[in-house]
């Protein structure tokens, strides 16, 4: 079946610039014959990039290097002359021209170029035109522009490039991009039938690189790795280096995995830190968990306390409780005391794999080794166990076999027992679980113990459990907060009771005495309830929440509009009061 010619007009063009220019095959006989316009299209005016018209090679004036040129010149001038211009002298100026162009000593390479033609009578040719094209490569006074004048001025005067010269602009381009140079380049070395070197190809991958176009230079990178071209390391630490820095681990992850599959061993330890540190910084499990394996875990790399760390924040979020004990092993070599962050990662990892044995003996660990676990450390473990009510009686399983085993059981463990439990709305078996909270823990409970079965108390409108909690407080000495009083008013307001009003009014007195206010939500529900009843003191509410800078605009209309009716169904209350208080007299 003879081949279907491809349509390849100016929009294709326009969406693969590169198509002709490293993607697409070597031109053959049949691809003349399917492409001729494009093979032979002619030299298209390309229209140069801004900054490029301000990067022309700077004369030494300029950089205040005249002394350097007339050094130069003069050394160059004296040894020519003394050795009358022989052949053997110049070739050994050609060895030296060689050499600073492969340095990319500009300044070096012209003043012998020029000494060359000048003082021996050399003619301008390939390999000057070769040497002046790759002192381009000079970081500082490179120029693709002016790499570009050397072609055309090698044109004019009768030397037509090839493929050393097009390469030598492509290692200019390395270290001067210049896109659409490039493509002009990677023409005329396929019109002319040259190939591309190994070298070209890491020039090209380089370029891309320094352009940040990422996508295109693995691209190339890939295309070469076909070709059975071999891969220098450098360029493919490049690559990791320019992919971290942009966040692709995952191209890095595969770069690597490659790597050193291929039994390439001798991977900078310095590449291997630089990814530890920024899949680690942004979270990336896979290629974080892969450089630990193959660098500190065999301990060939010993990483910062501040990369462990990060590490050990990446374990943590994956549920990774391996990755997590043996960052700990390294941590715990040091002389540097593990605190409080380093045990709640660590805790968090053996949560999220479901490990929760091993979660709640960290807690008696931490205990054990002086650290007091807060409230905050357990939020991994409370989010784990209000999934399931089986969870929570089996954290109190454990919290049982653990203090028969002698562990010290911290108050924080049972309180977020009491906190699931309060979620699920199972009240009767939080109370029960503070009962058994004084066998567990000797500390005894504490004010958040308090606070969680005061919210349990809420929900289920159990004033009578609230008012015995309050007075176990005073029991037990527990100093209460402002979350205490704030749903102990809660606990008020959502009664029925006669004196539910009264009782809040006195919390939120006693609350105001020591300086605290009430959440926004729950002094919203104190002003509905006490304008529901129809009592007077909703007013003073609102004067007390205005000068408190609370925007009470919306509350005011609510109760400019319900004031009535709570009025009404205030006096029924009291008729019907008196007529109960009646009948029981007669």
């Not at 690189?209 to 220098?232: N, W, Y």
Request: proline share 3%.
């Amino acid at each position: 079946m003879s081949p279907v010619a491809q349509s390849i007009d100016a929009l294709w063009h326009c969406f693969c610039p590169r198509f002709y220019a490293i993607n697409a095959p070597s031109i053959t006989a049949t691809t003349r014959r399917i492409f001729p316009a494009i093979v032979s299209r002619p030299r298209r005016q390309r229209s140069r990039r801004q900054y490029h018209e301000t990067r022309c090679v700077k004369s030494a004036t300029q950089y205040n290097l005249s002394h350097h040129h007339h050094d130069v010149a003069n050394d160059v001038a004296d040894d020519i002359s003394s050795q009358n211009g022989s052949a053997k002298f110049k070739s050994v100026l050609y060895e030296e021209l060689r050499k600073a162009s492969n340095k990319g000593e500009m300044l070096r390479v012209r003043q012998l170029a020029r000494s060359l033609v000048e003082e021996g009578a050399e003619a301008p040719n390939s390999l000057l035109y070769t040497a002046l094209l790759l002192a381009n490569t000079d970081p500082e006074y490179g120029s693709p522009v002016e790499a570009e004048r050397l072609l055309h001025e090698m044109e004019a005067i009768g030397i037509p490039p090839g493929s050393t010269h097009y390469h030598a602009v492509l290692k200019v381009l390395s270290i001067h991009p210049d896109y659409l140079f490039r493509n002009e380049i990677l023409d005329k070395l396929q019109q002319q039938w040259f190939s591309l070197t190994n070298d070209g190809w890491h020039d090209v991958i380089v370029g891309l690189l320094r352009e940040r176009q990422i996508e295109m230079a693995i691209d190339s990178l890939d295309r070469m790795q076909e070709e059975g071209s071999k891969v220098q390391p450098w360029l493919l630490d490049l690559m990791v280096y320019t992919l971290c820095n942009i966040g692709e681990f995952s191209q890095v992850m595969t770069i690597m995995r490659e790597r050193f599959n291929q039994g390439e061993l001798e991977i900078s330890g310095t590449l291997w830190a630089y990814i530890l540190d920024t899949a680690s910084r942004a979270l990336h499990h896979e290629l974080t968990h892969y450089a630990w394996t193959k660098q500190v875990a065999s301990e060939y790399l010993n990483p910062s306390s501040g990369v462990c760390i990060n590490v050990l924040n990446t374990a943590a979020r994956c549920g990774d409780y391996r990755l997590s004990t043996d960052v700990f092993r390294v941590l715990g070599k040091r002389s540097s005391a593990l605190k409080l962050y380093h045990y709640e990662a660590l805790l968090e990892s053996y949560v999220k794999a479901s490990d929760l044995r091993t979660a709640l003996t960290i807690l008696t660990i931490m205990l054990t080794a002086g650290i007091q676990p807060e409230e905050g450390t357990t939020r991994a473990i409370y989010f784990y166990l209000r999934e399931s009510s089986l969870k929570t009686h089996e954290a109190l399983s454990v919290l049982r076999e653990l203090h028969d085993g002698q562990r010290q059981i911290p108050t924080v463990a049972v309180n977020c027992i009491i906190e699931a439990l309060v979620q699920q709305n199972d009240v009767a078996c939080a109370m029960e679980t503070y009962q058994t909270l004084y066998t567990l823990c000797p500390a005894g409970p504490t004010t958040a113990t308090f606070n969680a079965l005061l919210r349990g108390c809420a929900h289920s409108s159990r004033k009578d459990l609230a008012m015995f909690l309050a007075s176990e407080m005073l029991t037990q000495k527990v100093v209460p907060n402002a979350l205490t009083y704030d749903r102990l008013i809660l606990v008020c307001i959502v009664g029925k009771g006669d004196n539910d009003i009264d009782d809040a009014f006195r919390y939120f007195g006693e609350m105001k005495g020591m300086g605290w206010w009430p959440r926004r939500g729950t002094v919203t529900m104190m002003v509905k309830r006490t304008c529901e009843a129809g009592d007077e003191r909703v007013f003073d509410l609102l004067d007390e929440m205005e000068k408190k800078g609370v925007d009470i605009v919306g509350l005011q209309r609510w109760v400019g509009e319900k004031w009535e009716d709570g009025v009404s169904a205030r006096k029924t209350r009291e008729i019907w009061k008196d007529r109960d208080g009646r009948q029981v007299e007669s």
